[in-house]
């Protein structure tokens, strides 16, 4: 299976702020990288996937880069509503794999 | 709108089973790969199976290979989570997923864009 590395854990940061989460493929997966964001009690919501693609909807200050077995998810100005959970996934192979996640607080 | 709806998450006991069920509406069911992904507070997300428009094709994780199987039901809308021998680490919420397809030349895979809000599963005696 292929592991998926979420950095950091955890990090805090403040309304305005630019934030960056970083996630490492243990093998390459090309782009099929997607991210979520959860927040307490809910479902996972898409925002990004295709390691760039944003997802309808989402709003334009996440952004995704990356391929290979690097990428990144990029918050340009943190927002309130943006203080959650944010987890990858690879869907390049069976099974598809997530990250441990990175909580925002 | 999407909406997946989830259900017959419950108190099992140890070896037992249960049928979890995902009602789908707002969309075309048979034109769409599903999947089944479930989360625990000490594993975090965890992939557990999905299964092609027309039920050909399916695909498990290992963990749970020869004791969950993964259905659909086109003319009900409706998938299925079929789970037996249960065991106290099958203990999570399990979400039922809408999986769309993006390509990037020459591959194609998928990516879960619609959830529900899951179904709780506790296996304990």
């Known amino acids: 299976d292929i592991q998926m590395t979420q950095s950091p854990s955890s990090l805090s940061a403040s309304v305005g702020d630019r934030v960056t989460i970083t996630c490492r493929a243990s093998q390459s997966i090309n782009i099929f990288l997607n991210w979520y964001q959860q927040k307490p009690g809910k479902a996972p919501k898409l925002l990004i996937y295709g390691a760039a693609s944003l997802q309808s909807g989402v709003p334009s200050t996440f952004s995704g880069s990356g391929s290979g077995t690097d990428f990144t998810l990029t918050i340009s100005s943190l927002q309130p509503e943006d203080f959650a959970t944010y987890y990858c996934q690879q869907t390049y192979s069976i099974p598809a794999t997530f990250g441990g996640g990175t909580r925002v607080e | 709108e999407v909406q997946l709806v989830e259900s017959g998450g419950d108190l099992v006991q140890p070896g037992g089973s249960l049928r979890l069920s995902c009602a789908a509406s707002?969309?075309?069911?048979?034109?769409?790969?599903m999947t089944w992904v479930r989360q625990t507070p000490g594993k975090g997300l965890e992939w557990v199976a999905n299964?092609?428009?027309?039920?050909?094709?399916?695909s498990h994780v290992d963990s749970v290979k020869g004791r969950f199987t993964i259905s659909r039901d086109n003319a009900r809308n409706s998938l299925y989570l079929q789970m037996s021998s249960l065991r106290a680490e099958d203990t999570a919420i399990y979400y039922c997923?809408?999986?769309?397809?993006?390509?990037?030349?020459?591959?194609?895979?998928?990516?879960?864009?619609?959830w529900g809000q899951g179904t709780l599963v506790t296996v304990s005696s």
């Open positions: 997923a809408r999986s769309s397809v993006h390509c990037s030349s020459p591959s194609c895979r998928l990516y879960s864009d619609y």
């Open positions: 707002g969309f075309t069911f048979s034109r769409y790969w």
């Open positions: 299964i092609k428009q027309d039920g050909s094709e399916t």
